[in-house]
Each structure stands twice: as C-alpha cells, then as structure tokens.
C-alpha cells in the first residue's frame, strides 16, 4: 500500500517541479532581456520640466527637450556642440536696430523661435547677462545664463548643458576630457617656478601707427588657463571694463620684462598694422625676446573643442622641461 502512494504521488511532484523551473526560466529570460536593453541603450533620456539654477542665481524651468537652442557667439556655439548639441544649436548674429530696449531679445524671439536661449562668455556673467535673459523669459523663452570664467567652470557647465539639452553622455565624455588634462597639467606644474606672461590680444592703431597695446587681464578664461598652465599674467591686477582690452605701453611691458609672450590669433589675422612682436622698436631688450620665448597663437586657440590640446600647449611653451610629457 505504501508504494502504491508513493507511486501515485511522484507524478505531482514532477508537476510542481516543472512549472517551478519553467517560471524561473521565465524569469531569467526577462532579466536578460531588461538587463540587455540597459546595457544596449547608449543614453540615460531626461525626464521633464526640470528647474535649473543658472549664473545670474534664477531658476530656469525646462518645460519639454529643447531642439532649437539659439546662442549669440562662436565660442557659445562651439560649446553646445562639444556638449552634443548638435544639429539642436543655431547661432543668432545680428543685434538691436534702435535705441529701444530689449530689442535684441524681440529680434531673438522672433527670427529664431527657439525654445532655449543659452548666454555665455569667457568673464564672469554680467548685470546685462542677466537682464537680457530676464527679458527672454518674460517672453515666454527659457534663457540659461553660463559662467565660463574658468577652466573648470568649464568642465562643469559641459555637464550642466548636457542635463538640460538631454545629451548627458555626449557632455560626460567632453567634460572627462577636459577634467583629466586639468588635473594632469596641475599635478605636472605644481612647485614649478611661474614665468612672467604678457599676453597681447589687440593693437590701438592709428595711421599704421601702433597707440597702445591691448593684452588680456584677469577675471577671463584666457587668464585662469594661464595661470592653470604655471604662468602668471603681467596684467592680471588691472581692473578695466573690458578685461580682453587691456591698454598698455611699452614702458610698462619693458619694466615688467615678461620671460614669455603671446600674442592672440584674432590680432594677428584680423588687425591692420600687425606687426610680430620681434621686429617691433624698443623689444629687443625684453627677457621673452631675448630667449626667443614668443608664440603666435592660432585663431581656433582657446576653443572648447580645443581647449584640453591648448592647455597642454601653454603649459609646455611656458614649461619646456614638460615637452613630452603631458
């Protein structure tokens, strides 16, 4: 009698057996299937509205993903496009025709219908920044306003605009980028000695006479990179409206005797009367000429998509021992 149960019992078993290795094949076959499309999908897709604090401290609501995100500048341009923007970014020229206030915003708004208005620049945010994009949002446009006013800042806002534009991988990667050479240069340069920059950026000409001499100042991107890179800016303590416009004279570069010299791509192609520092009256006695320590910088130099290469560069030009090595 005992065998004949346990005969008749066996085959539930078997059952029960069955449909428990059928649900955990299941299962198993599902978690793969969720585990292959996380690993397949390139891209964690943002969730909207989403608020962002900018620059200027406002919060920017974020209704939906921008497509038609509208900048005014190269610079602003190149930046959404290292971030990812892509074929999203378009670049806004033309300006205000009047006196009247908040034109540039009207013309904006209407020559471009965009869906985020982003402002930058390479010094900190200023009063107009910020009331200009105040004005946008009274229109109804989102407008972020991004300091680029040092190298890192740099490296955070790739990733802030990636959060806003939803291209987060794409800003990740530029942003890691430019973080790893920041921390390589700062690592290899630190208890170096600091060379003396004067780095020129423009000329006052007058009748192809040479007025002033316009070098960059303190509080710009140009300025942290320099100092990032083991240098130190001649003109950095001058405090001037337009700190990319720095006027000076030769005496004032002669008495600081600046060990290097750069000159900008922008003066070299675009300024009449551009003469190479070298064959300028009055020069030859200066430590960078003397030691032929000058570089005539391209045009592209200082550029997002660039930025990480130039900052290697710098360093090396005003570090020789680290040629090589970076």
């Not at 999203?88 to 965009?114: D, H, L």
């Not at 806003?164 to 990740?172: D, M, R």
């Not at 991107?221 to 405090?239: F, H, P, R, S, V």
């Amino acid at each position: 009698m005992r065998k004949e149960e346990i005969y008749i019992q066996n085959p539930r078993i078997e059952l029960i057996k069955f449909f428990m290795m059928t649900l955990i094949v299941v299962g198993l076959i599902s978690g793969c299937s969720i585990n292959g499309k996380s690993e397949s999908s390139t891209e964690e897709k943002a969730h909207y509205p989403q608020t962002f604090i900018d620059a200027c401290g406002s919060e920017v609501l974020i209704q939906k993903e921008p497509q038609n995100v509208v900048v005014q500048g190269s610079w602003e341009e190149d930046f959404l496009k290292e971030a990812g923007a892509g074929g999203k970014v378009k670049r806004f020229e033309g300006m205000g025709i009047g006196g009247s206030i908040n034109e540039t915003e009207r013309r904006i708004a209407a020559e471009t219908t965009p869906d985020l208005v982003v402002i930058m620049s390479k010094y900190k945010p200023t009063e107009g920044d910020c009331k200009s994009a105040k004005a946008l949002q009274k229109m109804g446009i989102p407008a972020y306003v991004s300091d680029q006013s040092t190298v890192k800042k740099v490296a955070s806002e790739l990733l802030q605009i990636g959060n806003i534009i939803n291209t987060k991988e794409q800003a990740k990667k530029a942003s890691e980028k430019l973080s790893e050479t920041i921390r390589k240069v700062e690592q290899a340069v630190y208890g170096l000695n600091r060379p003396s920059v004067y780095w020129e950026n423009s000329l006052d000409v007058e009748f192809e006479e040479i007025k002033s001499f316009l070098a960059i100042g303190g509080d710009v991107l140009e300025n942290d990179l320099l100092k990032m890179a083991g240098g130190e800016n001649i003109i950095q303590d001058l405090t001037v409206p337009n700190p990319y416009r720095v006027e000076t004279n030769l005496k004032d570069i002669q008495d600081k005797n600046p060990q290097c010299i750069l000159v900008s791509g922008y003066e070299i192609k675009f300024v009449q009367g551009y003469q190479p520092v070298n064959r300028r009256d009055g020069w030859e006695n200066i430590a960078a000429i003397k030691n032929n320590n000058v570089i005539e910088l391209p045009i592209s130099f200082g550029s997002v998509s660039s930025l990480s290469e130039d900052l290697i560069q710098l360093a090396e030009f005003i570090h020789p021992e680290l040629r090589g090595k970076l």
